[in-house]
Nanobody, 127 residues
Framework: QVQLVQSGGGLVQAGGSLSLSCAAS????????MAWFRQAPGKERDFVAA????????YYTDSVKGRFTISRDNAKNMVYLRMNSLKSEDTAVYYC????????????????????WGQGTQVTVSS
């Protein structure tokens, strides 16, 4: 059974930093791409960042480029999101996700590509 357990997040002032972690279990972690999405109140769950199986390729939504960093440690079955220079518009519940199944085609920013999700972590940025 695939499980993703998130930690981190919380309340921070604008301009501050936070880190999120996501621990995966239940299958071979390094075989699957990982991603972070976020959902603000009343909005859909949107793509934030994604990282390839080997960690060598990353993608970001434009609004977080240069501020957020996604990383992974395949030895520890962990994926991370480091968030710097946070803005009020970053306020949301953040979710880590992993692919439904191994696929040769990676739709890295597609919600439907990821079939397993963490429990969600609230990030609140006060202005």
């Amino acid at each position: 059974q695939v499980q993703l357990v998130q930690s981190g997040g919380g309340l921070v002032q604008a301009g501050g930093s936070l880190s999120l972690s996501c621990a995966a279990s239940g299958r071979t972690f390094s075989n699957y791409h990982m991603a972070w999405f976020r959902q603000a109140p009343g909005k859909e769950r949107d793509f934030v960042a994604a990282i390839s199986r080997d960690g060598h390729t990353t993608y970001y939504t434009d609004s977080v480029k240069g501020r957020f960093t996604i990383s992974r440690d395949n030895a520890k079955n962990m994926v991370y999101l480091r968030m710097n220079s946070l803005k009020s518009e970053d306020t949301a519940v953040y979710y880590c996700g992993t692919e439904r199944q191994y696929s040769s085609r990676w739709l890295y920013d597609s919600l439907d590509h990821y079939g397993y999700w963490g429990q969600g972590t609230q990030v609140t940025v006060s202005s």
